[in-house]
């Protein structure tokens, strides 16, 4: 099943929330990507049908192995293209160029921005 970049920004950012803390909720990854809370619920079903999320009772949820995986690659590549960005030499933020960073690596998940 191919996996859109919606799909893949919320594996990034419920890999992210699980880094600071271990109790993910929906309205953690809401307040993280700006969306409401029915949204988050729908793609939650959507990923835990791809057998790429675990929800509990009580709408925390969790990664499974495969979830994690993507993530993590997608996390390895966010990271690289923050490093590079600022050598383009355009004016650009911290937070401007995570957020990019974030968009590119969803839209273009087959690359790999760490050998760049």
């Known amino acids: 099943m191919k996996l859109t970049?919606?799909?893949l920004k919320y594996l990034l950012a419920i890999?992210?929330?699980?880094k600071e803390t271990?109790?993910?909720?929906?309205?953690g990854i809401a307040r993280k990507l700006s969306v409401s809370k029915p949204s988050v619920s729908t793609?939650?079903?959507s990923l835990q049908?791809?057998?790429?999320?675990?929800?509990?009772?009580?709408?925390?949820v969790h990664l499974t192995d495969s979830g994690h995986q993507i993530a993590r690659r997608?996390?390895?590549?966010?990271?690289a293209l923050v490093d590079n960005l600022p050598k383009t030499g355009l004016a650009l933020t911290s937070g401007e160029i995570h957020a990019i960073a974030c968009i590119v690596a969803a839209e273009m998940p087959d690359k790999n921005f760490t050998s760049v």
Not at 22 to 27: A, D, G, K
Not at 74 to 79: F, K, L, M, P, W
């Open 43 to 45: 793609m939650l079903v």
């Open 22 to 27: 271990p109790e993910v909720s929906s309205s």
């Open 15 to 18: 890999y992210e929330i699980a």
């Open 74 to 79: 997608i996390s390895e590549n966010v990271d």
């Open 49 to 60: 049908e791809r057998g790429f999320l675990v929800k509990e009772r009580y709408g925390k």
């Open 5 to 7: 970049s919606s799909h």
